[in-house]
């Protein structure tokens, strides 16, 4: 069996246990960990996620960044001088997560997440170099009454997150599944 198979089995099995309603929403968040070198894998796979989640009775809906920074740069005042001199983009990359946050919030209305609701996040991996997976998810998870699965390319050790295993990871607290945790 692949390790996308297996992973897909592991979230299965953890997204079927009862949910707590008394969470905190750091609490809420699940993060998906495979290896970045399996990212159109996982892609191609995520309407299984979809169905595994719905036969658990919760609902669906998928927040893609992969196109964000694009999306924001290009709509930036002063765009062109940025791609003239990228050394430069690091002066407005707050404005970076407002745009990400903006976003999501109008995700959120469309329809409504409610407290039942699974909101699958993915293209992570386009934040690299710009923004933390951490502040991020930090950012929205209060955001989602339900629980916030993140599509996480990277490895998970120690409890130890490494994005794209690029540089240095971090500690956090989301329930971490892999393809080969066990529930």
């Known amino acids: 069996m692949s390790k996308i198979k297996r ?21 809420r968040v699940i993060f998906c960990v495979y ?17 595994a989640t719905k036969q658990s009775d919760h609902e669906w809906a998928v927040f893609d960044l992969t196109d ?6 290009s709509g930036h005042r002063y765009a062109q001088k940025y791609f003239l001199k990228p050394q430069l983009i690091s ?13 999501f919030d109008a995700f959120l209305k469309q329809p409504a997440a ?24 930090d950012n929205l998870a209060p955001k989602v009454p ?9 490895s998970y050790e120690d409890n130890n997150y ?12 989301a329930v971490p599944i892999t393809a080969d945790t066990a529930f």
């Open 35 to 51: 290896n970045e070198n399996e990212e159109l894998r996982l892609r191609a796979k995520i309407d299984e996620f979809e169905l």
């Open 7 to 27: 992973l897909i089995k592991s979230y299965e099995k953890f997204i079927a246990i009862p949910w707590r309603s008394d969470s905190a929403p750091l609490q």
């Open 91 to 103: 002066t407005i990359l707050p404005g970076y997560m407002n745009f990400i946050t903006e976003k």
């Open 114 to 137: 409610g407290d039942n609701t699974v909101v699958a996040i993915k293209g992570v991996g386009s934040l690299f170099g710009f923004l933390k997976v951490k502040e991020v998810v």
């Open 162 to 173: 490494r994005l794209l295993d690029g540089y240095d990871g971090w500690n956090y607290l």
């Open 68 to 73: 964000t920074f694009a999306d924001w740069l």
């Open 146 to 154: 339900g629980r916030i699965l993140v599509f996480f390319p990277g």
